[in-house]
């Protein structure tokens, strides 16, 4: 038996968390759980450095110093003595943050649990016994301030070099969890191997921290444009990968559809949309385009591209938040409007759709949509303003230390290990 959640994740970096007394999310989280009406339970992640310096690579373990390890390739690295003070000191820091996070928040009726990390699992690492025993602590500490809640870390899909690494370093007895980024499979074949192979390496639980694909492709001239129908073949994407989710619900406990809203910031100029020429042939418009991942697209006013502290931004579904509505209950059928094509612009002269063409008005459940949950403003506003509640004033959503919401189904298993 499965339960359904919207997940939203706050992450923290250090240098947020250097502000951490100014910055009280704790109204936010209220407003989630909702005294327990239809709450919304969240995840908060530390993104953690990795304060390890290393001498290597070299073909040959080192005989002298301190301690070495193989990589996968079989060279050799080593802890460099030189600097293990410093970075001792840095990963004491980090940990007595994790910590203060778990002792602040803990107990909130709203919060699932902690994530140590997230995509640290580079070559070098992932063969660092180390760092593990590191992870392993800190989620030590988590469960003595916080002992009812998950802890977990969020890791590349490398096809299982990191998870294969991290348990014949350490059992990692007081992590609960493993998320696992998964950009692989196709629109027929699901996650392909994911699950099985998984499910043979280690007993503990498994979430998809992020699956999903981008809503565009090119067009005759070579154009960024959406995919037909309103992206449809994304919607398809995403739902045969959620299918296959739940079809090995006993391997894995549930998944972020990623990304709620497009990421305008990801590569690296927040002020239009740009678009990733790298192809990737798994995916259903053949291309990488990381800023247009989003399960809405934002609809930006683009003469205050640069107001972000005061300006709002709506957003316009795309067919797989419909899809997604269906699937999680709030549509007995898609509507019909699923498919229409929008318009928007890029806020570098170009649009995606018919310039100034109008947007169909979302319609609204009677249960409410189950995507369009405002982060502020009307409980059922079709145009979900990109604000957080507590006012932090993040205009992207998916930003350093804004708000990661996604869709996730979650086993009973996994929710009594938290509740």
Known sequence: MTKFFFFCTIFYYRRYLLNIHFRDHKSFFDKLYNNGVDPIYILITYAISTPFAYLGPSDAQPTTGGYSFQTADGKWYQIDDS??????QERQIQ????????????SHPAVMGFVIGNEQNNAVTRANCEFWKWIDSMATRVKQAAPTKLT?????????LTVNSAMQCSPLTHMDVWGINAYRGTATQGFDELFNKFSTLTQQALLITEFGCPSSTRDEANNFVMMPENSKLQADYLQVHWEDIVAHNTICSGGYAFSWVDEWWKLGDTTFQNQDDARNYAFPGTYADEESYGIVAVNVDCDKINDWATRTDAVLPRAVYFVLGKLFGAWTDVPSQAYLPISYPRCNGKWVGTPGAPNAVTPVHPQGPVASIPLSGPSQTPSVIATPIDGTGNQNVNSASGIVCSFAVIAISLIALAF
Not at 83 to 88: I, V, Y
Not at 152 to 160: L, Q
């Open 83 to 88: 600097k293990e003070a410093a970075n001792a």
């Open 95 to 106: 940990s007595n943050i994790v910590t203060e996070i778990a002792q602040r928040y803990g």
């Open 152 to 160: 977990a870390t969020t890791i590349v899909d490398d096809d299982f």
